[in-house]
């Protein structure tokens, strides 16, 4: 949980993404063989930033180039400079996460490593879950991470918020790399909770953050409603026992209106600021149909269906195509989606993507082939990694009709 913020703090010192991640480890390590006999400290973050502040100090000390370091990273040091040396103004900004958003996301990498470089330091990921995320092997995915921190560190890449044509440059994958933060606090990959809170708290406040940074950009504004759409289901996305709560089942009564009217203020910005809407907008404009329905039957399914096909035009993905197919069920029938689905399925690009299976079962119950739907609820919690979804796609086979 403390991962992500330890290295941004450490980066700002070292300017090393991968030295930064190896003394954020060195960190951790320390307070497993220290925490059993002194106990754990009131303040656990920051007794392990503070760790790791030192052991970056004495790295920087014994190098060669101290002086240099030493001013660059001078309000760092305990009893030393404490002003900020690097510039302040209107479009500057001090947030050490956001910081190390865009150095893993500078165009000297390829648009893969970007994202994967930034989901292992600021999402805090494992390599196979990333490898799952990328449908590509883990070790594939392994060295794709250390090529890129040996990239980032000879080229020389400064740990910084970049300003004009640079900063804009780097958008596109900074938005992405947030968003998919975001989804892993939302849906974890894998694990024995459905959630985890503390990165879709990171993701939306630097969603937020970015916004108020780069308030001419409509995918900025998107992405922001984006993501205090989906926060705001988070309380009814789980029961008490910590199970998946499906969205028609939801107890809309817990849905956070606060963050609703944040979404709808921030997806009107983004229309505000015209042009054809980008696929964060047009996300947004869906998940805006789903806070504005007051019981699941209220839903504007025709609406959302034709959303998921400009969506499609716009970012042509299987997992657009998978989305678009569901909306398509409520509005005009399960048989007409079933189609969709089933030409996916002879795609291949989704054989091992839980929820293809999982979205037939719920068409094949529907169309009343329930013996067909068991089968797909089996192999579809044979795919899932995270142990709630497994829990339940098992149980919708169980009870599904004539289930002995």
Not at 193 to 201: G, T, V, Y
Not at 264 to 284: D, I, K, M, S, T
Not at 335 to 343: N, P, S
Not at 393 to 403: I, K, M, N, V
């Amino acid at each position: 949980m403390e991962s992500a913020r330890i290295i941004a703090t450490v980066a700002r010192i070292v300017r090393d993404v991968g030295i930064a991640e190896e003394i954020a480890q060195d960190a951790l390590v320390a307070a497993l063989e220290q925490w059993p006999e002194s106990g754990v400290p009131d303040r656990p973050g920051a007794w392990l930033t503070a760790t790791a502040k030192h052991r970056a100090i004495d790295l920087v000390r014994r190098r060669e180039t101290y002086a240099r370091k030493l001013a660059e990273a001078g309000r760092e040091l305990p009893g030393e400079v404490t002003h900020d040396p690097e510039p302040s103004g209107p479009g500057d900004i001090d947030d050490d996460m956001l910081r190390l958003i865009f150095t893993a996301c500078h165009p000297v990498l390829s648009a893969e490593a970007r994202t994967a470089l930034t989901l292992r330091l600021v999402g805090g990921l494992r390599t196979d879950e990333i490898a799952r995320a990328f449908l590509v092997p883990e070790p594939t995915l392994a060295q794709r991470i250390v090529r890129a921190k040996r990239t980032l560190a000879k080229a020389g890449v400064p740990f910084e918020v970049p300003y004009g044509a640079d900063r804009a440059a780097r958008l596109g994958s900074v938005l992405e790399v947030i968003y998919l933060v975001f989804n892993e606090g939302y849906a974890a990959t894998a694990g024995d909770d459905l959630l985890r809170p503390a990165l879709c708290e990171d993701a939306l406040r630097l969603a937020r953050v970015l916004a108020a940074l780069m308030p001419k950009e409509p995918e900025a504004h998107g992405l922001a409603a984006l993501l205090e759409f989906q926060a705001s289901r988070t309380a009814a996305r789980t029961g008490p026992d910590g199970r998946p709560v499906l969205l028609a089942d939801q107890n809309r009564r817990l849905w956070n209106r606060l963050l609703i009217r944040r979404g709808f203020a921030a997806l009107e910005r983004a229309v505000e600021l015209g042009g054809a809407p980008g696929p964060y907008a047009l996300q947004a404009a869906i998940a805006g149909c789903h806070a504005r329905a007051a019981a699941y039957e209220d839903t504007d399914w025709a609406r959302i269906a034709t959303l998921y096909g400009l969506l499609a035009a716009r970012t042509p993905s299987p997992v657009v195509e998978l989305n678009r197919a569901v909306a398509v069920s409520m509005a005009e029938g399960p048989a007409e989606a079933l189609a969709l689905v089933d030409a996916l399925a002879a795609d291949g690009a989704l054989r091992d993507y839980h929820l293809l299976p999982s979205v037939r079962g719920d068409l094949l119950v529907r169309l009343g082939r329930t013996a067909e739907a068991r089968a797909e609820f089996e192999r579809a919690a044979g795919l899932a990694r995270n142990d709630r979804e497994r829990e339940l796609l098992l149980r919708r086979a169980r009870e599904s009709p004539g289930t002995a």
